[in-house]
């Protein structure tokens, strides 16, 4: 790069040192400062990201006696709805009558929930479409139905009509006792 | 922008943008092929720098203004968290702060240089003036993000800073209940700064473009103070002045750097990390450091509009100052004399800035000589302040206006390229003679 | 003239790092050489350790430190920071210390106010629930938040080391009010309050918190002898690392960005001779 510019310039003593090592000095230096500029952008995205306080949030603890059969609870956890619904006999029927259906994304209602705890339906509340809040109990297959684009998921939470790719999220959670459970 | 473009457009796409919108074009003449003297030394690289350390605070204010709350409940607290829980937080906020101290630095270089080159005069004089105006809204941007972290510091600079606009008469009561959109510095006060402190560094931007405008037009001056007569006079911006500035702007990181990551509060004040406490003030207000010589002179003066206008004055003492300078020899190299008065003017100005640091009533030597002046005692901090004030106002207003007249300046060479021809050194077998080597 | 202006810079910085002179005696700072001084200083991680018992069992009786949550113990550089835990709330350890302390809290059901134990994720609690009750408990003296004292106070740690070891019998001559203590190394001016020989007014100044330390008053895991000068010592420290958590994070990057600038710098310099070789000038 160096050259041509320098070849524009009144220089009447034209280098005669080796030409590759003199390109090596600026191409050395060009590439330290690109370095350095790369360098300091990390940073500068990385302070994008969740901050220490962020990722501390703490996990919370639900007592479920709160919920009557049938009915849903959401409370918030990661700024996010979670869904807690105590499921009734004729509902969880329905949803393992569909584990062998044709489903977008398999899954047997077994799996989503804990072992011996098939009333107990724990979901992140939020569309794997485009993230709107499904409304409980609307939709084609009793369990939730989102307003925004019309997804239909069962009483599993899983996706059987519209838009949405994926099943309402299952999060980590555990029983503590039989009534209280802790979600994170 | 001036002169002749010898930009080529090489492809397609480069003709058909140069048809339409020069920027290219702009950006070359500009950055590459501007004609530049070929003799000029450091003292000349600290715009590049400027143009840098102007580049990050923008960058890493913005970066901080996606955490800081402007709110006097969580100013504080926001910026703890960006130290302690935000990624790099504390990269970004030390960067920040110390950037600010670092602008100063190399403005003051860059203005100092100004006035011992006489790049202010004609025809260069919209060019400083410009200048002068970036400066000007440094300080205020300055000032206002000193306010935002919401220390001690922060909150009774904020009131004394805006008080002295209450020594207006008739309207300084009302501007300043204006200013503080209150009775008091408070919420809406750190609201509104907020705002300024992220419009002002755009303004900043803006007027740098002018100032890089206003450049282009004469050119740049150079240590001789002689007009570009040829050619041979000036090599491309590019590569020379890029390479020679990004060399000095790697020695000036190394200095910022050093304070980031090795002592990152050496140039701010411990009381500015205690929270904001409007019913105690700090027992020593002072500004940080590049506003100490402008304290200084607010402080020498027994009252307080005349401090205030004093202060102020000082500032506006710059503005004029391309008509106060009655030398037609630019360059102080060649003015023995004006050298002499221009390093006491720097002497005064550093006295200024360490008067700002102390208190007024203490003794500058050990003993007090219990010599009573007008309303202090003669070797307070307080006549020192008034002894050194004097001189800087004289500097500007009696000593350049006379002395252009009385002076017997040297020689002057005819042009660039002479004394550089005539240097014994700088035979072609001497071609490898520092380049540093300057008069 | 090149350098004649470095000199002339030189001097400015000569001038602005001297201290103020100042009419009283100053007071008395005791500098320690600390493990965290210098460009390669590292925390202690013992020392933290034994410093946050200080601050927990003496300290967090009046002051608070509400900038810092249990988590940040278990962090890098932290007292409890062990590597096998990446993310600190999973460190065990510093589980079991915030349990060990309550925290205020609202119950989700019935929204009544309770006391709950600490996880990592909670703050320090504050030993008052607002101000004017830790003013009213501390004879109209507010204890200062803890958190960043140490970047608060000039002097920084040497300065909490020499209060915390800085009090003295009450000079005769020196009238000190009740519920005040001297101490040579707090701020203040006592030239109106001294009785004796104008010349030889005592450093220091009053301060409300009677003396905090005493021998073996905290008794330290690691069988360090619990001296007032070494709790003082290890407290000052934990406060230094509170106020600065991420300084060794910030040494460790200093080290490398000066490298590399340094590399670059010499890279540019040599790269500016070649290129302003056959320019006279």
């Excluded at chain 2, 202060?311 to 630019?330: C, E, H, N, Q, Y």
């Excluded at chain 3, 609202?106 to 009544?112: A, E, F, L, R, V």
């Excluded at chain 3, 800085?166 to 701020?187: E, I, K």
Aim: net charge neutral; charged share 15%; aromatic share 12%.
């Amino acid at each position: 790069m160096a050259d041509t510019v320098v070849g524009a310039t009144p220089d009447p003593h034209a280098p005669g040192a080796d030409p590759s090592r003199r390109d090596f000095i600026h191409i050395a230096a060009g590439a330290a400062a690109a370095g350095a500029a790369l360098a300091v952008v990390w940073p500068l995205v990385d302070q994008m990201n969740p901050a220490g306080d962020t990722l501390a949030l703490a996990s919370i603890e639900f007592d479920l006696t709160k919920v009557e059969p049938g009915q849903q609870v959401v409370v918030k956890w990661r700024g996010k709805p979670l869904f807690v619904r105590n499921r009734t006999p004729e509902q969880i029927a329905a949803a393992v009558k569909d584990d062998n259906a044709a489903l977008r994304d398999p899954q047997t209602d077994e799996e989503r929930h804990k072992p011996g705890k098939a009333e107990w339906l724990v979901l992140v509340g939020t569309c794997t479409h485009l993230g709107c809040v499904p409304t409980v109990g609307g939709g084609d297959y009793g369990g939730w139905f989102c307003p925004c684009h019309g997804s239909h998921y069962d009483t599993s939470g899983r996706i059987r009509k519209g838009p949405a790719p994926k099943n309402l999220e299952v999060p980590t959670y555990a029983f503590l006792s039989d009534t209280k459970i802790k979600v994170g | 922008m001036s002169g002749h473009s010898t930009y080529e457009p090489k492809t397609g796409i480069e003709r058909w943008l140069d048809t339409r919108l020069p920027i290219v074009r702009f950006a070359y003449d500009t950055a590459i092929s501007f004609p530049t003297p070929k003799n000029l030394n450091y003292w000349w690289t600290f715009g590049g720098i400027l143009a840098l350390m102007l580049g990050i605070q923008l960058v890493t204010g913005i970066v901080l203004a996606m955490h800081y709350v402007p709110h006097v409940d969580y100013a504080f607290a926001s910026v703890e968290r960006i130290m302690r829980d935000v990624n790099y937080g504390w990269l970004i906020r030390y960067m920040h702060a110390n950037g600010a101290s670092m602008f100063f630095l190399a403005v003051y270089i860059h203005m100092i240089r100004n006035l011992y080159y006489g790049s202010y005069k004609a025809p260069r004089e919209v060019l400083w003036i410009l200048g002068c105006l970036i400066y000007l809204a440094m300080m205020a941007t300055a000032f206002i993000g000193y306010v935002l972290p919401w220390g001690q510091m922060s909150f009774h600079g904020a009131v004394v800073i805006t008080n002295l606009f209450g020594a207006l008469p008739i309207i300084g009561t009302p501007i300043t209940t204006w200013l503080w959109g209150g009775f008091a510095v408070d919420n809406p006060t750190l609201n509104r700064f907020f705002s300024l402190h992220y419009l002002l560094p755009f303004v900043i931007a803006g007027l740098v473009v002018l100032h890089i405008w206003a450049l282009h037009v004469p050119g740049n001056n150079n240590p001789t103070g002689v007009n570009v007569k040829s050619e041979n006079d000036t090599v491309p911006f590019h590569p020379y002045y890029t390479v020679k500035d990004g060399f000095a702007i790697g020695v000036f990181l190394l200095l910022y750097a050093s304070f980031v990551f090795y002592n990152p509060n050496v140039l701010g004040h411990a009381d500015n990390y205690i929270p904001a406490n409007p019913l105690v003030t700090p027992a020593h207000i002072v500004p940080e450091w590049y506003f100490l010589p402008f304290y200084a002179i607010l402080r020498a003066v027994p009252d307080k509009l005349g401090g205030v206008l004093l202060m102020f004055g000082a500032i506006a003492t710059l503005f004029v100052l391309p008509w106060l300078d009655t030398s037609k020899v630019r360059s102080m190299r060649y003015r023995p004399q004006a050298k002499l008065y221009f390093w006491i003017f720097i002497l005064a100005a550093l006295v200024l800035g360490y008067c700002g640091g102390q208190l007024p009533d203490d003794p500058v030597i050990a003993q007090p000589s219990g010599l009573i002046l007008l309303d202090a005692d003669i070797n307070s901090f307080v006549w020192l302040s008034r002894v050194a004030t004097l001189y800087f106002f004289a500097y500007f207003w009696i000593i350049l206006p006379v002395l252009g007249l009385t002076e017997k300046p040297l020689p002057v060479p005819e042009s660039i390229s002479e004394p550089v021809l005539s240097h014994p050194a700088t035979t072609p077998a001497g071609a490898t003679a520092s380049p540093e080597k300057r008069g | 003239m090149l350098r004649k202006g470095i000199a002339l810079a030189a001097l400015g910085l000569a001038f602005l790092g001297s201290p103020a002179l100042a009419a009283h005696p100053t007071p008395v700072l005791k500098t320690v050489a600390w493990s965290f001084d210098g460009p390669f200083g590292k925390f202690d991680t013992a020392q933290l350790q034994r410093g946050y018992k200080v601050y927990r069992e003496v300290c967090a009786a009046c002051h608070a430190m509400s900038m810092l949550s249990f988590r940040n113990l278990g962090e890098p550089g932290g007292p409890f920071y062990d590597p096998k835990y990446k993310n600190p709330n999973d460190n065990p350890y510093v589980k079991s210390l915030a349990k060990d302390i309550q925290v205020n809290d609202i119950d989700s059901d019935t929204g009544d106010a309770i006391q709950r134990p600490a996880t990592p994720a909670d703050r320090f609690p504050s030993p008052f629930p607002n101000e004017a009750a830790a003013k009213a408990s501390n004879g109209g003296a507010m204890p200062p938040d803890l958190s960043v004292i140490a970047k608060g106070r000039t002097g920084g740690p040497d300065y909490l080391y020499s209060l915390l070891t800085g009090y003295r019998a009450t000079p005769a001559g020196l009238t000190v009010s009740a519920g005040q203590y001297y101490n040579v190394s707090m701020s203040g001016d006592l030239t109106s309050a001294w009785t004796g020989d104008h010349h030889k007014v005592p450093p220091g100044g009053v301060i409300a918190m009677p003396p905090p330390l005493e021998d073996g008053k905290v008794t330290f895991d690691d069988g360090k002898p619990s001296t007032v000068d070494q709790q003082a010592r290890d407290v000052a420290a934990f406060l230094y690392w509170a106020a600065e958590p991420k300084m060794m994070q910030r040494k460790q990057f200093g080290l490398g960005a000066m490298v590399y600038l340094l590399i670059f710098t010499v890279l540019l310099y040599f790269s500016y001779r070649r290129i302003w070789r056959n320019v006279a000038h």
